[in-house]
């Protein structure tokens, strides 16, 4: 490795982004803690991250609020505030932060200021490091690998690239205080909406999709936010079929339960995309920004992905969703037929 175990006892990971761009860094994360089994790892994020610390506390052991800065759009911007913040961080005496952030345009200035002994991350450009310990930023593939390359370029070896989502006792009583009637593999979750409109397919195409698979013996469950109620009451008017709404009803917890458990997950590509990759609960994911090579789930076998930006068919996700369903289905007949073990029917 560049920098050793025995230097390296205080670690900072810059990565102020949402649920889904967390979960992609989660392999290299293992990867880092794997390398310095000892170190304090402190995430530097979005005030809701401390939830993730406290969910992957094999990982990181601190989480400090990074308060925004010119040029980030995931929060409001106060200057003052930032500049106690590179004051707090000046005085954590990191001995390495990590920019893990993107290709560092707007924030590897930022990195510099707190003053660690190593910082390393990636640049373009636009933004270049004259250090070893940065990488270029890799413009293609997904974004778990993008991260892995980093961890790669600073000697720390892969400790795989499967996703997690660690799940608690809290999450299975969130879960069952719901009392849906459910049974498990035998229903589907669909999650209609997504972080910005953009992303969001129309609620009417994923209530036909819903139709089908209710037609096809599946219980429906409904999952959305307060923030998107909207969006699942327009889908529930298109619908033919009754369905179970669990619009706002849900912890983030509870749902990576019902994920879990469920036969399959629709969604757009979004958080719950890669908590589904995590439980590997097989999925059909509509990507309405363009990069599903980026972003898709990387088992392309139990996950499959439609990229709207190229070919608004619906036709195709249907086509999907019905390939899918049977392959599902044909599979674990194969795995239940008493004939493959030689099992006798009596």
């Known amino acids: 490795m560049k920098l050793s175990p025995q230097n390296i006892k205080k670690i900072a990971v810059f990565r102020a982004l949402q649920l889904g761009d967390m979960l992609c860094a989660v392999p290299a994360m293992r990867a ?16 809701w991250a401390q939830s993730f610390v406290d969910r992957f506390n094999n990982y990181f052991d601190r989480f400090i609020h990074f308060p925004g800065c010119q040029g980030l759009p995931e929060q409001d911007y106060d200057e003052q505030v930032l500049h106690a913040f590179i004051k707090q961080m000046k005085k954590e005496k990191f001995d390495l932060v990590l920019q893990m952030q993107g290709n560092g345009t707007i924030v590897n200035p930022l990195m510099f200021l707190f003053d660690a002994k190593h910082v390393a991350g990636f640049y373009n450009d636009d933004s270049y490091v004259a250090s070893d310990l940065f990488l270029e930023y ?5 974004e778990v690998e993008r991260h892995m390359a980093l961890m790669n370029h600073l000697g720390i070896p892969s400790a795989g690239t499967a996703l997690e989502f660690p799940l608690t006792e809290k999450d ?33 195409s994923f209530a036909v999709l819903a139709d089908y698979c209710i037609e096809q013996g599946f219980t429906v469950v409904v999952t959305a936010t307060n923030d998107e109620k909207e969006i699942t009451r327009e889908l529930f008017k298109c619908m033919h079929h009754p369905a179970i709404d669990l619009t706002g009803k849900t912890s983030l917890g509870a749902v990576a339960v019902m994920i879990q458990n469920a036969f399959m997950l629709i969604a757009n590509c979004t958080g719950v995309s890669h908590i589904a ?62 004939e493959l073990y030689h099992i006798p029917i009596t």
Do not use: C
């Open 32 to 47: 880092l803690r794997k390398a310095y089994p000892t170190a304090e790892i402190t995430l530097l994020g979005l005030p």
């Open 138 to 142: 890799p413009n293609h593939g997904p």
């Open 172 to 204: 299975y009583k969130d879960h069952s205080g719901l009392l849906i009637p459910i049974i498990e593999k035998q229903y589907v979750v669909v999650h209609p909406g997504s972080r910005g409109n953009w992303r969001q397919w129309p609620p009417a």
């Open 277 to 338: 990759s995590s439980v590997q609960t097989p999925s059909v994911i509509i990507s309405m920004d363009g990069e599903p090579e980026r972003w898709a789930p990387l088992n392309k076998e139990i996950h499959r992905a439609v990229d709207w930006t190229k070919n608004a068919n619906f036709k195709i996700v249907f086509d999907e969703t019905v390939a899918l369903i049977n392959s599902l289905k044909q599979s674990q007949k194969h795995l239940h037929n008493p």
